[in-house]
């Protein structure tokens, strides 16, 4: 199941957010600043591009669908979109191996909004983990939202476990995205198409998971052929860090993270030395910090836990 949310045609779970903010557009009302903020995989970065799609193809021969809050697979828009060569489209995400969206790529776009376009429609500048903008992105981006070209709408995807600087969020309409746990799995089981908690061991979910991050570990496990009724938290951890999937592979790191701090919270509910365990864990994120921080090698850091707690 693909959770690129330039390619999801289908909208779950953000139905409400949509239905609002396309009232407001063709009210004309429609802010030129909308920050969405909740926790990753939540359906942000999809909301956006639904609601960038009915806009940018109001007039295409398979424009949005509003009856079922869908996009036509042969809608032009969509699939300059997914390539991210719409001429009304500019968006900026942190850069692979980066650790900030950096002042250069918020010049460019600046550029870009100053150059005159050959149709006469909104144009879009979509900024995605923007709580990832350094200092000098954000001086730069204030002075270009402050006083936006003439239809020109800037949606800013804040994922709200990091935070942003006030004066970027003062600027902006607000939408704040959050799901419950029964939420998010009745999202997650539209987009699989299956009960969830038939195929995925109760003791492996959070009632912090997003969608997304439920998705992605589906998608994990049928792709290493995991059966997840069968794992728990800890024999599941101790099976990523054996087999080294984590290396290379980023979200596998970030799911791996993620089970590691379920573990930790099960772990405190149930011991007797929460102290300790308290300060241990404390030292295991201030040192996956310096790592992501630092680039250093993970592998001693993981094995350090497997070894301590495992």
Same mark, same amino acid.
């Given at each position: 199941?693909?959770?690129?949310?330039?390619?999801?045609?289908? =909208?779950?779970?953000?139905?409400?957010?949509? /239905?609002?903010?396309?009232?407001? %557009?063709?009210?004309?009302?429609?802010?030129?600043?909308?920050? +969405?903020?909740?926790?990753k995989g939540s359906g942000k970065s999809t909301l956006a591009y639904h609601l960038i799609n009915y806009i940018l193809s109001e007039n295409e021969k398979y424009k949005y669908n509003?009856?079922?809050?869908?996009?036509?697979?042969?809608?032009?828009? &969509?699939?300059?979109?997914?390539?991210?060569?719409?001429?009304? #489209? &500019?968006?900026?995400?942190?850069?692979? $191996?980066?650790?900030?969206?950096?002042?250069?790529? =918020?010049?460019?776009?600046?550029? %870009?909004?100053?150059?005159?376009?050959?149709? $006469?429609?909104?144009?879009?500048?979509?900024?995605?983990?923007?709580?990832?903008?350094?200092?000098?992105?954000?001086?730069?981006?204030?002075?270009?939202?402050?006083?936006?070209?003439?239809?020109?709408?800037?949606?800013?995807?804040?994922?709200?476990?990091?935070?942003?600087?006030?004066? @970027?969020?003062?600027?902006? @309409?607000? #939408?704040?995205?959050?799901?419950?746990?029964?939420?998010?799995?009745?999202?997650? /089981?539209?987009?699989?198409?299956?009960?969830?908690?038939?195929?995925?061991?109760? $003791?492996? +979910?959070?009632? %912090?998971?997003?969608?997304?991050?439920?998705?992605?570990?589906?998608?994990?496990?049928?792709?290493?052929?995991?059966? @997840?009724?069968?794992?728990?938290?800890?024999?599941?951890?101790?099976?990523?860090?054996?087999?080294?999937?984590?290396?290379?592979?980023?979200?596998?790191?970030?799911?791996?993270?993620?089970?590691?701090?379920?573990? #930790?919270?099960?772990?405190?509910?149930?011991?007797?030395?929460?102290?300790?365990?308290?300060? #241990?864990?404390?030292?295991?994120?201030?040192?996956? %910090?310096?790592?992501e921080k630092f680039n250093l090698d993970e592998e001693s850091l993981f094995l350090e836990f497997k070894s301590e707690l495992l």
């Amino acid at each position: 199941m693909n959770l690129k949310p330039s390619e999801n045609t289908k =909208i779950y779970g953000m139905e409400n957010f949509f /239905n609002e903010l396309v009232g407001l %557009y063709k009210q004309k009302k429609m802010p030129n600043k909308i920050l +969405l903020s909740g926790k990753k995989g939540s359906g942000k970065s999809t909301l956006a591009y639904h609601l960038i799609n009915y806009i940018l193809s109001e007039n295409e021969k398979y424009k949005y669908n509003l009856e079922n809050l869908s996009i036509n697979n042969n809608n032009r828009s &969509y699939k300059l979109l997914q390539s991210n060569s719409h001429p009304n #489209f &500019y968006l900026i995400d942190l850069l692979t $191996d980066k650790k900030s969206i950096d002042v250069s790529q =918020i010049r460019e776009m600046i550029n %870009y909004t100053n150059k005159s376009t050959f149709n $006469d429609m909104a144009r879009f500048i979509l900024i995605d983990n923007v709580e990832n903008l350094n200092k000098n992105s954000v001086n730069a981006l204030l002075k270009i939202i402050e006083e936006p070209s003439n239809n020109v709408f800037f949606i800013l995807i804040n994922n709200n476990e990091k935070n942003i600087l006030p004066t @970027l969020k003062s600027r902006c @309409l607000t #939408f704040k995205i959050n799901l419950t746990f029964n939420e998010s799995l009745n999202i997650s /089981n539209s987009i699989l198409e299956k009960n969830v908690l038939e195929f995925i061991n109760y $003791d492996l +979910l959070s009632y %912090y998971n997003s969608p997304g991050e439920i998705v992605s570990l589906f998608n994990f496990a049928e792709e290493k052929s995991i059966e @997840l009724d069968k794992h728990t938290v800890s024999s599941f951890i101790n099976l990523i860090i054996e087999n080294n999937y984590y290396k290379k592979n980023k979200p596998v790191k970030v799911l791996l993270v993620n089970l590691i701090e379920l573990f #930790f919270l099960k772990k405190y509910m149930t011991t007797n030395t929460k102290t300790s365990l308290n300060n #241990f864990y404390h030292k295991f994120i201030k040192k996956i %910090y310096n790592t992501e921080k630092f680039n250093l090698d993970e592998e001693s850091l993981f094995l350090e836990f497997k070894s301590e707690l495992l």
